[in-house]
């Protein structure tokens, strides 16, 4: 499957957003936090439009515990 934007996946930005930040809380360990830390970034330069692969959302979650 291809990657698809934030829009696309959560039905509001906000969600997205409290992912993220509860990934951040919980992230351990080098790779985790670099990957939380490069999600964030994304997301700020490309907001809404960030694209995520299916891979990509999986880990997120599984980082913030969801």
């Known amino acids: ?5 934030v829009e696309e996946l959560y039905d509001r930005v906000e ?4 992912i ?8 351990s360990g080098e790779w ?16 809404p439009r960030t694209h ?3 891979a990509q959302q999986q880990k997120l979650e599984r980082i ?3």
């Open 52 to 54: 995520l692969s299916n």
């Open 1 to 5: 499957m291809t990657a698809q934007t």
């Open 20 to 27: 993220l930040a509860a990934a951040e809380l919980y992230a």
């Open 64 to 66: 913030a515990k969801i």
């Open 15 to 18: 969600e997205f957003a409290a």
């Open 32 to 47: 985790e936090i670099q990957f939380v830390d490069d999600m964030r970034a994304s997301f700020k330069r490309y907001g």
